[in-house]
T-cell receptor
Framework: AQSVTQPDIHITVSEGASLELRCNYSYGATPYLFWYVQSPGQGLQLLLK??????LVQGIKGFEAEFKRSQSSFNLRKPSVHWSDAAEYFC??????????????FGKGTHLIIQP | DTAVSQTPKYLVTQMGNDKSIKCEQNLGHDTMYWYKQDSKKFLKIMFS???????INETVPNRFSPKSPDKAHLNLHINSLELGDSAVYFC???????????FGNGTRLTVT
């Protein structure tokens, strides 16, 4: 069965500093990988996704993530965070199957706090 | 122009009541989902429908019954509500697995 681990429950970063959020997955085949962000009281918004091809994926809001098959990781990065980046971040993995109805498995989320 | 809309946004009710949450998507997607987010923010899929047909039914009490009158709607009906049902419920849709999920803004259900 597929699973996702986000080892850091909370991360505190100073505004302007760089950010890396960790995500490790377990899946027997080629994974589809996603990062979502949830701002307080809001729904989830897709930051970026990886299906195949270039292992460095660019997303919205200046985020990027790198797929490393050897480490089963898909870490999210941003060179310089802004106070508006404070939110909950979810990594998710999907199965490679037809129909698209298998849903995603989500990690438990990382709560990002931005210090002034 | 909300792509996935759910109503109500907040729902406060007493134990034992029956309630429904509605979800509609105007994206023309074939697949819709219900996710439950618990107090620790952990998201778990509950149901998935593809073209009005139930595809996924995770370990969810049968007090929860999804209803899909057409592929643009997936409603969630909950009977005999319990305290443990308090959570945020997210509706989502996608066309295929290789297209992203579009989430609604969630419905915060509080059972007292």
């Amino acid at each position: 069965a597929q699973s996702v681990t986000q080892p850091d429950i909370h991360i505190t970063v100073s505004e302007g500093a760089s950010l890396e959020l960790r995500c490790n997955y377990s899946y027997g085949a080629t994974p589809y990988l996603f990062w979502y962000v949830q701002s307080p009281g809001q729904g989830l918004q897709l930051l970026l996704k990886y299906f195949s091809g270039d292992t460095l994926v660019q997303g919205i809001k200046g985020f990027e993530a790198e797929f490393k098959r050897s480490q089963s990781s898909f870490n999210l990065r941003k060179p310089s965070v802004h106070w508006s980046d404070a939110a909950e971040y979810f990594c998710a993995v999907g199965a490679e199957s037809g129909g698209g109805a298998d849903g995603l498995t989500f990690g438990k989320g990382t709560h990002l706090i931005i210090q002034p | 122009d909300t792509a996935v809309s759910q109503t109500p946004k907040y729902l406060v009710t007493q134990m034992g009541n029956d309630k429904s949450i509605k979800c509609e998507q105007n994206l023309g997607h074939d697949t819709m989902y219900w996710y439950k987010q618990d107090s620790k923010k952990f998201l778990k899929i509950m149901f998935s429908y593809n073209n009005k047909e139930l595809i996924i039914n995770e370990t969810v009490p049968n007090r929860f019954s999804p209803k899909s009158p057409d592929k643009a709607h997936l409603n969630l009906h909950i009977n005999s509500l319990e305290l443990g049902d308090s959570a945020v419920y997210f509706c989502a849709s996608s066309q295929y697995l290789d297209s992203p999920l579009h989430f609604g803004n969630g419905t915060r259900l509080t059972v007292t």
